[in-house]
């Protein structure tokens, strides 16, 4: 297991990740109206937290025209309508998480990565792309089953996408990581360029294939990942393209061109 702990790559004087910080506010915020809604905290499992997820995450089948969906609560089946304008779903789904590891994770990692993208794509820009990132990777998981009534919801998608622009853009950004192998530890630095394939592949990847290429096995969206992180890739890849004149971003040693 790598977990990372923070990134070697500071921001240039004065710089502060306004978006970044209310976007993790916003996803606190909502949280605790989960946790309001529900009355569970650790994780949303109860009938009022599906209703909750069916009408405000993202139900592949309502978003591909389904009128509403018969639900077993497990004292018989129960229609739920989908909801007017399902197409919604695609935003507001990106604010809600499934429990209090998943509300924590994604948020994790949106600080760490998420201020960097932000400073190199300026605050709307930054703002709008992570929007559009999450969209596009709750739209390739409903297109890997349009038929499934389970609402899928989270930030991964669009944190997903964080992550890919990150590696295109700074792949020699050190990532000081907690590493785990059974009772082995140790702390490491290792480069964008090698930790967030690694995320890739052992996190998603593997277990996508292990699950036969189920959409959200063990309750993870996997295409979402995948389809986030592969959006990032091209907008990282983009951005570089057009902004090489002035490459330049954080190190250890302090703020300074790249280094290629």
């Keep these: 297991m790598l977990f990372p702990l923070r990134d070697e790559n500071p921001h240039p004087p004065g710089f502060k990740p306004k978006v970044t910080i209310s976007l993790i506010i916003i996803n606190a915020i909502v949280f605790f109206i989960q946790v309001a809604y529900t009355g569970q905290f650790f994780d949303f499992t109860n009938s009022n937290a599906f209703v909750m997820f069916y009408n405000w995450g993202a139900v592949p089948n309502c978003v591909t025209g389904a009128p509403g969906s018969l639900i077993d609560f497990g004292a018989g089946a129960v229609r739920l309508d989908c909801p007017t304008v399902p197409y919604v779903s695609l935003l507001s789904s990106i604010f809600m998480h499934g429990g209090l590891l998943h509300f924590a994770g994604n948020m994790w990692f949106l600080w760490i990565f998420g201020d960097n993208i932000e400073q190199k794509f300026g605050k ?9 990132w999450g969209v596009l990777a709750g739209l390739l998981h409903i297109y890997g089953d349009t038929s499934s ?4 919801v989270g930030a991964s998608g669009a944190i997903s996408g964080i992550l890919g622009a990150y590696l295109m853009i700074f792949p020699k950004a050190r990532i000081q990581t907690f590493m785990m192998l059974g009772f082995f530890w140790r702390m490491m630095h290792i480069q964008a360029r090698w930790f967030l394939p690694f995320w890739l592949v052992f996190q998603n990847l593997l277990p996508l294939f292990v699950s036969g290429f189920g959409v959200a096995g063990g309750g993870v969206a996997y295409l979402a990942h995948i389809g986030g992180f592969a959006a990032g890739l091209a907008t990282g890849y983009i951005y570089k393209k057009t902004h090489s004149s002035d490459f330049t971003y954080g190190t250890r040693y302090g703020y300074r061109s790249d280094y290629r």
């Excluded at 709307?124 to 559009?132: E, M, Q």
């Design 124 to 132: 709307i820009k930054f703002l709008g792309i992570y929007l559009i």
């Design 149 to 152: 009534v389970i609402p899928a």
